[in-house]
């Protein structure tokens, strides 16, 4: 029966009007996700210090298996968002324009910040090289995920009129998951090696970059993990119910890819003539990486849902203010980072190269956080952070989107 329900709420989601539920998953996966972002970043820095060793390498594999989870459950989070809350008629010119004022003026202004620090804080080589860089995300490492979230939120109205179109097709349980397994292989194919390297031998002004130079910040090459928010955001209800009855089974195969993936990047290991730790293998866009990454999706989303259901009031609001600040906080932490390795450098002669890591993944999560807090109180605080107004403890709980 819960089949039959989860697929007649996808045929009949942009047809009934009622009360929006309080996810309150939604910001544990959030808070979790921007932790895990900073936690990347933090051994991207510390994997080529020459101090670090075979057992820093085998740490750094199994902290990034643990953290990798992050860009998809974005990216998932956005689909589920975006079609729960928008299943009337949409108003695209407002929906848009909120997006350019809570996410793409931050992003513009934080560009502009780093690409003063790259270039010693000259102003007009800054001003020259932004038109460059503002519209690949190139300021910083971290900045082109914003330019792969803006495609989707342009692109939302086309995935909406398809999935509607789809409704006709989507019967049965049958067709829900024939559909999802059909989509999920056209997704690993577009991870697979033919598609860039025809792109490549077409070389077709801007086609061809978008394809190959810029494949990680091409929407297209994470549509999966929005669909599978869309379908968990028409159906809320029976989507958790789903994940509550096959826990065993989405934790096993999480459980058993993470094994896979943990073998393959440490066999690469190259131990003669010197130690040499490679993790090209975690790379977001490779075909058995992205098994691994649909996997974390069901598992990060069913954990958060269950901490969600048992946590104590103070750990709800200290994962709501982190939610809550987490844009903000994403877009400085690359900053905050880099002034982070000092406190943990310090100690360079008494703790190991992964506790290193460990130190300034929490010093920069808690000053990324911090300085959002300060920064969104300021008169241009909206500028910088994309919050228009401090919100009180009430209004951040009941909010399900930025």
């Known amino acids: 029966m819960t089949k039959i329900r989860l697929v007649s709420t996808i045929i009949s989601g942009y047809n009934v009007t009622m009360k929006k539920e309080h996810i309150e998953e939604i910001h544990y996966i959030r808070a979790f996700a921007f932790l895990a972002v900073v936690l990347q970043h933090a051994i991207g820095h510390y994997i080529f210090v020459p101090e670090a060793n075979l057992a820093d390498g085998v740490a750094f594999t199994f902290l990034l298996l643990l953290s990798k989870f992050a860009v998809p459950m974005f990216i998932f989070v956005t689909g589920l968002v975006l079609f729960y809350n928008y299943d009337g008629r949409l108003n695209y010119w407002t929906f848009i324009k909120k997006r350019f004022s809570d996410i793409m003026m931050p992003y513009l202004f934080w560009s502009f910040v780093y690409l003063l ?59 829900v998951y024939s559909a999802f397994a059909v989509l999920g292989i056209v997704y690993i194919v577009l991870m697979t090696y033919p598609i860039h390297v025809t792109a490549a031998r077409w070389n077709i002004p801007l086609i061809t970059p978008i394809l ?26 029976n989507w958790r119910a789903w994940l509550n009855r096959h826990a065993k089974w989405i934790y096993s195969i999480f459980i058993v890819m993470s094994g896979v993936m943990a073998y393959r990047t440490i066999s690469s290991f190259e131990l003669l003539p010197a130690l040499k730790t490679e993790y090209s293998q975690l790379l977001l866009l490779r075909p058995v990486t992205a098994i691994f990454l649909v996997s974390s999706v069901f598992a990060t989303y069913l954990f958060c849902m269950r901490i969600s259901s048992i946590a104590n009031n103070r750990t709800r609001r200290i994962v709501t203010f982190i939610s809550h600040y987490s844009y903000g906080a994403y877009l400085v932490h690359a900053f905050v980072l880099g002034l982070s390795y000092w406190l943990p450098d310090y100690f360079t002669g008494y703790i190991n190269v992964t506790l290193r890591t460990i130190i300034a993944f929490i010093f920069a999560s808690f000053l990324s956080v911090m300085l959002t807090y300060v920064l969104s109180k300021l008169p241009m605080g909206h500028i910088m952070t994309g919050l228009r107004k401090p919100q009180s403890k009430t209004a951040a709980r009941s909010s399900t989107s930025q």
């Open 212 to 237: 190959t130079k810029y494949a990680d910040r091409n929407a297209l090459n994470f549509f999966y993990y929005f669909v599978l928010g869309a379908l968990a955001g028409l159906t809320i209800t």
């Open 117 to 175: 620090f790259q270039n010693h804080m000259d102003v007009l080589s800054a001003v020259n090289r932004f038109g460059e860089v503002f519209l690949t995300g190139k300021a910083s490492y971290h900045l082109w995920y914003v330019i792969m979230i803006i495609q989707l939120y342009i692109t939302f109205p086309i995935y909406r009129y398809i999935i509607m179109q789809a409704k006709r097709w989507i019967s049965t349980p049958i067709a």
